[in-house]
């Protein structure tokens, strides 16, 4: 195998490296797709993760259910994927 193969080969392995709790590699890259279509304008996981995590703030998962169908995301699928990026997605985000 031609070494510059080997590297696209591998390529194609990162997005399930740096976001090892998806299911696959296209739900990391859908995920970010995603958030960044319906919340990037306006919002960054890092401030989101901080207003989730205040004290005696309820869990974020069961929020974000309620909240997304009124707030860009009324597609149950396209609000999963949002949840799981904003749980699950590197904070530097």
Known sequence: MKPYVAVLAG????????????????????????????CGNCHTVRKLRVSLGKPGQRDATAHLEEFLPTHYAPDARERKLIIDYLTKAPAAR
């Open 11 to 38: 390529a194609a392995f990162l997005p399930a490296a740096l976001f090892p709790q998806f299911a696959s590699a296209t739900d990391a890259r859908e995920a970010e797709k995603v958030f960044k279509d319906r």
